[in-house]
């Protein structure tokens, strides 16, 4: 059998590991378990990543990589804020329709990596740089468009993402309920309210 190296090897492992995962669940997702399903030695997971947890951040800064790249394709290059915002919701929420096992494998890597010394620098790092494309998307978008943000648009992309995520966990709760059509406008609506100074924060902090 021909030598595979260290650095062809951990990509195939990474996807293999995704691919275990979102189908089994984190729970069972052992070393022994990712190398049976790329058809390795267990050694060789563990050559490649050191501990479970070392493949777990892989794993995590994988998904976050693509969910970032989702994120900056969905925005459009020449629409309004508004326009923008919305394009970036249903766009990021087709990918929660057609990819909701991947969206659950990230939410459950996610809430283990609250428990997990190991994991807490990669959800750390998932939070930050997705909120930091978030921000530069609102920022620019602004800018280019010619919209005044009264509220700094890093709370912007944090309530954004925040209603997004609220979302996204309702469909991976009942993902046969109603559809998020309304949802995902309401989301909008009060976002640009929130970046046009239309959402009263000090009304909404004192109820």
């Given at each position: 059998?021909?030598?595979?190296?260290?650095?062809?090897?951990?990509?195939q492992?990474?996807?293999?590991?995704?691919?275990?995962?979102?189908?089994?669940?984190?729970a069972?997702?052992?070393?022994?378990?990712?190398?049976?399903?790329?058809?390795?030695?267990?050694?060789?997971?563990?050559?490649?990543?050191?501990?479970?947890?070392?493949?777990?951040?892989?794993?995590?800064?994988?998904?976050?990589?693509?969910l970032?790249?989702?994120?900056?394709?969905?925005?459009?290059?020449?629409?309004?804020?508004?326009?923008?915002?919305?394009?970036?919701?249903?766009?990021?929420?087709?990918?929660v329709?057609?990819?909701?096992?991947?969206?659950?494998?990230?939410?459950?890597?996610?809430?283990?990596a609250?428990?997990?010394?190991?994991?807490?620098?990669?959800?750390?790092?998932?939070?930050?740089?997705v909120?930091?494309?978030?921000?530069?998307?609102?920022?620019?978008?602004?800018?280019?468009?010619?919209?005044?943000?009264?509220q700094?648009?890093?709370?912007?992309?944090?309530?954004?993402?925040?209603?997004?995520?609220?979302?996204?966990?309702?469909?991976?709760?009942?993902?046969?309920?109603?559809?998020?059509?309304?949802?995902?406008?309401?989301?909008?609506?009060?976002?640009?309210?929130?970046?046009?100074?239309?959402?009263?924060?000090?009304?909404?902090?004192?109820q």
């Open positions: 059998m021909a030598h595979v190296s260290a650095a062809e090897r951990r990509p492992l990474i996807k293999a590991a995704i691919a275990f995962m979102a189908r089994e669940g984190v069972v997702g052992s070393t022994r378990a990712i190398a049976a399903e790329l058809g390795v030695a267990q050694a060789t997971v563990h050559y490649t990543f050191g501990t479970k947890e070392g493949l777990y951040r892989a794993v995590m800064d994988q998904l976050t990589a693509d970032i790249a989702q994120v900056e394709q969905a925005a459009p290059q020449n629409a309004g804020f508004e326009e923008t915002i919305a394009a970036l919701a249903g766009a990021l929420w087709r990918t329709q057609e990819e909701a096992s991947g969206h659950q494998l990230l939410t459950e890597l996610a809430l283990l609250l428990r997990t010394p190991g994991l807490s620098e990669a959800r750390q790092a998932h939070y930050q740089q909120n930091e494309v978030t921000v530069r998307i609102v920022t620019e978008t602004a800018s280019r468009s010619g919209f005044e943000l009264v700094p648009a890093d709370l912007i992309a944090r309530f954004f993402l925040a209603g997004f995520d609220g979302l996204t966990m309702q469909r991976l709760y009942a993902p046969d309920g109603p559809a998020e059509s309304a949802g995902l406008q309401a989301l909008v609506s009060a976002t640009v309210a929130l970046a046009g100074g239309g959402l009263n924060l000090a009304a909404v902090q004192t």
